[in-house]
């Protein structure tokens, strides 16, 4: 099935502030777009460097621009789409702290 990303506006946004990430969004984007997933073991075949986050949070970490950045997103398989919901975008260092105070299952700032 298709991605449908739900806030690209957001990480738009956020390259605003973080013109740095944009490199690596725009690869991120690309293999979006043609991305074909059945179940979320086709997520990291797309983005071998994802994490698959548990806990029944259907979340997923992408490590985007040679690990410097990381987006956490939800996902939810539909009948025709899988709609891929931006939960969080920082750097590496910032997930690092979210991941401590384990934050990464729950925050929802987008």
């Not at 777009?33 to 979340?59: H, Q, V, Y």
């Not at 702290?97 to 700032?109: D, F, R």
Request: hydrophobic residues 35%; aromatic residues 16%; proline residues 1%.
């Amino acid at each position: 099935m298709k991605v449908h990303l739900i806030k690209k506006k957001t990480i738009y946004h956020y390259l605003k502030s973080n013109s740095n990430a944009s490199q690596g969004f725009e690869i991120w984007f690309r293999i979006l777009n043609t991305a074909d997933w059945d179940e979320p073991k086709d997520i990291l075949n797309s983005f071998i460097s994802a994490d698959i986050l548990g806990k029944g949070t259907n979340r997923v970490i992408f490590d985007i621009g040679g690990n410097k950045y990381r987006c956490i997103c939800a996902y939810s398989f539909g009948e025709n789409f899988v709609h891929l919901f931006v939960k969080w975008i920082g750097t590496h260092a910032e997930y690092t702290k979210l991941c401590k105070s384990n934050q990464q299952y729950t925050i929802s700032i987008y």
